[in-house]
């Protein structure tokens, strides 16, 4: 298993224009997560998905859009892109089966965006 | 809100010095408490799970605890390959397995 892949690893924008960061997994996991970190903060949430078709908002939605189509596939969008979203983003998935059992959640390597 | 508090920010030890790291948390209602290590330049790699106040979970040289008010990650003769930024997070009742972290403690081991 590849577990959870994301693409680019790199990116630099301009103020303005617009993107879509990857984010796929192979574990079957229902839950997909993307969250950003900044230095000296610890990683926010972004927006989630508890699975195929729904989506919900997490601490610091603004400025980004998720769709979920597929187990697989969460792929996360800017649309006009500002230097405050500099920052690395990670994309995070786990399962959620049986009820009174937490699972944790695996991330990918994460995607490191600069707006300029 | 759920709050992380992680102590110290950076800890320099020399190899096989034991110490610990320090987490503390407010919830509303604990789920479970996460620690993730972090190398530089990739994603979170899960380290253990906490679901309740005196249960300890151990892995190699690392050893978590968890009080009602904290937890520990206590590190037993580190070697350089444990340098990295630990992580921890903490997930509610209420929060549809949302994670709150802190900000991290950055671990150097000098050989």
């Known amino acids: 298993n590849a577990g959870v892949t994301q693409t680019p690893k790199f990116r630099i924008l301009k103020i303005g224009q617009s993107m879509t960061l990857q984010c796929t997994q192979d574990?079957?996991?229902?839950?997909m997560y993307w969250y950003r970190q900044d230095p000296g903060m610890g990683l926010k949430l972004i927006y989630y998905?508890?699975?195929?078709?729904?989506?919900d908002k997490g601490e610091v939605p603004n400025g980004y859009n998720v769709s979920r189509s597929t187990t697989e596939d969460f792929p996360l969008r800017l649309e006009l892109a500002a230097p405050s979203q500099t920052s690395v983003y990670f994309c995070a998935s786990s399962y959620s089966g049986v009820a009174g059992v937490y699972n944790e959640q695996f991330f990918g390597p994460g995607t490191r965006l600069t707006v300029l | 809100e759920d709050q992380v508090t992680q102590s110290p920010e950076a800890l320099r030890l020399q190899e096989g010095e034991s110490s610990s790291l320090n987490c503390s948390y407010t919830?509303?209602?604990?789920?479970?408490l996460f620690w993730y290590r972090q190398d530089p330049g990739k994603g979170p790699e899960f380290l253990f799970t906490?679901?309740?106040a005196g249960e300890e979970k151990e892995k190699e040289r690392l050893k978590a605890t968890l009080t009602k008010k904290e937890s520990f990650l206590h590190i037993t003769a580190p070697k350089p390959e444990d340098s990295a930024t630990y992580l921890c997070?903490?997930?509610?009742?209420?929060?549809?397995?949302?994670?709150?972290f802190g900000t991290g403690t950055r671990l150097t081991i000098i050989p």
């Open positions: 574990m079957n996991h229902n839950y």
């Open positions: 906490l679901y309740s």
């Open positions: 998905s508890v699975g195929a078709g729904i989506t």
């Open positions: 919830v509303s209602g604990l789920r479970g």
């Open positions: 997070a903490v997930q509610d009742y209420f929060g549809n397995e949302k994670l709150t």
